[in-house]
């Protein structure tokens, strides 16, 4: 019984996402104790209102990692699917706010489907595929909007409110959020799918031998990623009311590819969980804010992001040496045995 | 070119061609280093935040009173230990140099944010600044200072890579790593010397930038890594190493200038002026695929041709 309990902690602890849960713990505990105002309810919102944004593109984000992708163009493609949505709004005050919803998901999977086509049919790396695209998709948003941003008051009020409001207590934008992860939760572990997503990243030769479409699956994470973002635009119209084609989404590609990378994302493909993203979007949320709210210079921020990227690609490499280690040992022993 | 000299008759005129090299002059440096690191297999996305924190640390020894001589000496040892510490973060833990760099992109960033703060430093010596604008041949184009140092830096690198035995090592050890390692390559120590050549490099660009602009802002040179980097990957360089030329970054640099040149005279915002690069970009990697495709199924077909004809 003693040894049964026992392996069950020590799973736990090897479990890479409980070492980032017990870090949030602490950060939490450390930005609490220095300033009481960090608990407080419009501050905790605040911060969950980022992490929301976060997770919806760094969930996507997660399973075109895993297939050994990347796509830098998430920030831009946000930025596309809010302005074209919020063109719309504007042309049409009455336009349903569904409609406006898919309206965004549908540019942001037209984004992604063009990175997608880039990386599969054209054969260019993803990293310098998406790199261009980062700049097209902006240079797009500018040309689109010619270079005049949409106000708060001509946003509907239907797509602030998802901001805030919503049927069962939590806001909608959080709701988008846990879906996201659920979806690529549920993908990932319970399906076929999910399967030949990490097959194709853990090996895109034997994948490909095994009759996997290679190009097939890599559009389709391209894309699914372009849908997150596009929803990702939505919320972040409902957050902030103001579209402006300069800002909006600009820099997101690097707090999203941080957060899958925290959360235990090997950059090369083949593994990685949605939990472990979610935990990582929570604690890059956690420690912005908090930063702030205790009084450290802002200036800090981008050192600390830095300094969490390189110790969690530090402590995950070691550790997948050592399980290395022991395998190979246990392979070694079983053989002498023999 | 042609587009832009339709735009404005300013656009060929050779003094105007030589001078706004100036601010294409860093961006032209830093990815001649990068294309070392590149041919590595490595990448380096942290050379526009080592170049703000060594123009930090220059701004900052300035403004306690340090004469501009050994302010520059230190920004371009700051760079030195800065890709230094890159180059060692990547080999001692053996982690990818993509992620490597993200995060030092930010760490440096933050550095010089800290070490700045909000201020502006400026108040340079008469003597050091406005080195775009020196001639080091007289007359009219003339030759100003910055392109000098460019081609010289050209045929530098073009030596290093193409003629010596360290150039040889760098692109055996990008092309084959494992192969190179068992031939006596230390692949390792040459990865270590391209990050500490582009931190180096990063360092000499800050000088060059606080001398062009006269002062120095937490904020400087964001964004030029996008720029440097399109300019190796488009003269031909493999993103996965192995394979590069400096002939073909320093083409890579001026087409990139003549772009953005034309469309600034066309006076075209900024973000589209960047599409347009990132465009180029992507064609140039596409071109080439589609044309193979196009060959292999022609000869495809030929051969099919053939085999019927002997039938």
């Known amino acids: ?338 | 070119m042609i587009y832009g000299s339709l735009g404005s008759e300013y656009f060929l005129d050779p003094s105007s061609i030589i001078f706004n090299t100036g601010r294409y002059i860093e961006i032209g440096l830093l990815a001649l280093a990068l294309t070392f690191v590149i041919i590595n297999g490595d990448i380096d996305l942290s050379v526009a935040s080592t170049l703000a924190a060594s123009a930090g640390v220059l701004a900052k020894l300035f403004e306690s009173g340090v004469p501009i001589f050994w302010c520059c000496v230190a920004s371009i040892f700051t760079g030195l230990v800065l890709g230094l510490i890159n180059g060692l973060i990547v080999i001692k833990l053996g982690l990818p140099s993509l992620v490597v760099t993200l995060a030092t992109l930010a760490l440096y960033r933050g550095l010089t944010q800290v070490i700045l703060g909000d201020g502006v430093v400026a108040n340079y010596p008469e003597n050091f600044v406005g080195f775009d604008q020196r001639l080091v041949i007289g007359g009219n184009p003339g030759l100003p200072a910055p392109l000098a140092l460019f081609i010289v830096a050209a045929i530098i690198f073009y030596y290093i890579l193409h003629r010596s035995n360290y150039g040889l090592k760098n692109i055996m050890s990008g092309s084959n790593p494992s192969s190179s390692n068992f031939s006596g390559i230390s692949v390792n120590r040459v990865r270590l010397l391209a990050f500490a050549l582009s931190g180096t490099v990063a360092g000499i660009c800050a000088v060059m930038i606080t001398s062009r602009l006269g002062s120095t802002i937490s904020n400087v040179g964001l964004g030029l890594e996008l720029l440097a980097i399109t300019a190796v990957v488009l003269g031909g360089t493999d993103i996965f190493g192995g394979r590069g030329a400096i002939s073909g970054t320093v083409v890579a640099l001026f087409a990139i200038m003549a772009v953005r040149e034309a469309l600034v005279i066309q006076d075209i915002n900024g973000q589209v002026q960047d599409a347009a690069i990132g465009l180029l970009l992507i064609l140039t990697v596409l071109v080439p695929q589609i044309r193979s495709y196009y060959v292999e199924k022609r000869n495809r077909r030929k051969r099919f041709n053939e085999a019927q004809s002997r039938t």
């Open chain 1, 1 to 338: 019984m003693t040894i049964k309990l026992n392996s069950k902690v020590t799973y736990l602890f090897k479990k890479r996402e409980f070492g980032i849960f017990l870090f949030i713990l602490i950060l939490l505990a450390v930005f609490g104790t220095l300033e009481p105002r960090f608990f407080r309810s419009d501050n905790l919102s605040a911060i969950l209102s980022s992490v929301g944004i976060l997770m919806v593109v760094g969930a996507g984000q997660t399973l075109v990692i895993v297939t050994r992708n990347i796509d830098l163009s998430v920030g831009s493609t946000l930025g596309m699917a809010a302005m074209v949505m919020g063109m719309v709004a504007r042309e049409n005050p009455d336009f349903p706010i569904f409609g406006l919803i898919v309206i965004a998901m549908i540019v942001g999977g037209l984004c992604g489907l063009l990175n997608g086509l880039l990386v599969s049919y054209g054969k260019i790396p993803a990293i310098i595929a998406t790199l261009g695209t980062l700049a097209i998709i902006r240079g797009a948003v500018f040309l689109v909007s010619d270079n005049v941003q949409i106000d708060p008051n001509d946003v509907p009020q239907g797509i602030i409110n998802l901001a805030t409001t919503s049927p069962i207590g939590i806001p909608w934008l959080l709701i988008f959020a846990f879906l996201s992860i659920i979806l690529v939760w549920y993908v990932s572990s319970k399906t076929l799918l999910g399967k030949r997503i990490y097959a194709v990243g853990s090996n895109p030769e034997g994948a490909i031998s095994r009759g996997l479409s290679f190009n097939k699956i890599t559009i389709m994470v391209f894309v699914f990623v372009g849908v997150l973002a596009g929803l990702g635009g939505v919320l972040y119209t409902a957050r902030y009311a103001t579209i402006n084609p300069a800002d909006v989404g600009r820099g997101l590609e690097f707090d999203v590819i941080s957060a899958v990378v925290i959360g235990g994302t090997n950059i090369f493909g083949g593994s990685g969980t949605a939990l472990g993203t979610a935990l990582g979007c929570i604690l890059i949320g956690i420690l912005s804010n908090g930063l702030t709210v205790v009084g450290v210079s802002p200036f800090w921020k981008a050192c600390a992001t830095g300094f969490l990227i390189l110790a969690a690609v530090a402590i995950d490499n070691s550790v997948r040496k050592r399980q290395e280690q022991n395998f190979l040992l246990a392979i070694r022993n079983q053989r002498t045995v023999k």
